[in-house]
Antibody, heavy 120, light 108 residues
Framework: EVQLAESGGGLVQPGGSLRLSCAAS????????MHWVRQTPEKGLVWVAR????????GYEDSVRGRFTVSRDNAKNTLYLQMSSLRVEDTAVYYC?????????????WGQGTLVTVSS | SYVLTQPPSVSVAPGKTAKIPCMGD??????VHWYQQRPGQAPVVVVY???QRPSGIPERFAGSKSGNTATLSISGVEVGDEADYYC???????????FGTGATVTVL
């Protein structure tokens, strides 16, 4: 069974940093593209970042490019999101999600999410 | 940037068919995917590549496209289908994954 478990969320002040982790199990982690998607009541679901199986191809949504860094450790079956220069508008539930094996263009499994609150 | 527009809410009586539209420019040239999100839970894909259903998703869920609109139809609606539904595409021109604004399905 595919399992994705996010951790690392919490309260952080504007301008601060936080690192999210997503522990994966039940599948060959290194064979799949992985993503971070965030959700707020106001904006709904917003894709944040993507990394391919070996970490050599990465993409970001415009508002986080230059502030967030996505990475993965295939030996540990873990996906990361390093967030810096955090803003109030980064407050959201952050999900890790897996792309399908046959199409990297949709998400076939999601974690339960971790809440990030940016506030003074 | 590419925008996908959905109505905020769709109401349907039990046993009837709910139709959830998703509107976007030239959406016919893109593959559309649909997610169901029940309150307090993570999204679950119910249709991918316009009209394909993952294993375990009932045949009651069906995707279609016409013109600039993709539609998720849920036939024989049940109370358990009450949820938020999001459409999603990949925009190759910007290398971005785009979600629709989301529609809440309410079973009357």
């Amino acid at each position: 069974e595919v399992q994705l478990a996010e951790s690392g969320g919490g309260l952080v002040q504007p301008g601060g940093s936080l690192r999210l982790s997503c522990a994966a199990s039940g599948f060959s982690f290194s064979s799949y593209y992985m993503h971070w998607v965030r959700q707020t009541p106001e904006k709904g679901l917003v894709w944040v970042a993507r990394v391919n199986g070996d970490g050599t191809s990465i993409g970001y949504e415009d508002s986080v490019r230059g502030r967030f860094t996505v990475s993965r450790d295939n030996a540990k079956n873990t996906l990361y999101l390093q967030m810096s220069s955090l803003r109030v508008e980064d407050t959201a539930v952050y999900y890790c999600a897996r792309s399908s094996r046959w199409s990297i263009y949709y998400f076939d499994n999601w974690g339960q999410g971790t809440l990030v609150t940016v506030s003074s | 940037s590419y925008v996908l527009t959905q109505p905020p809410s769709v109401s349907v009586a039990p046993g009837k068919t709910a139709k959830i539209p998703c509107m976007g420019d030239n959406i016919g040239s893109k593959s559309v995917h649909w997610y169901q999100q029940r309150p307090g839970q993570a999204p679950v894909v119910v249709v991918y590549d316009d009209r394909q259903r993952p294993s375990g998703i009932p045949e009651r869920f069906a995707g279609s496209k016409s013109g600039n609109t993709a539609t998720l139809s849920i036939s024989g609606v049940e109370v358990g289908d009450e949820a938020d539904y999001y459409c999603q595409v990949y925009d190759s021109s910007t290398d971005l994954y785009v979600f629709g604004t989301g529609a809440t399905v309410t079973v009357l």
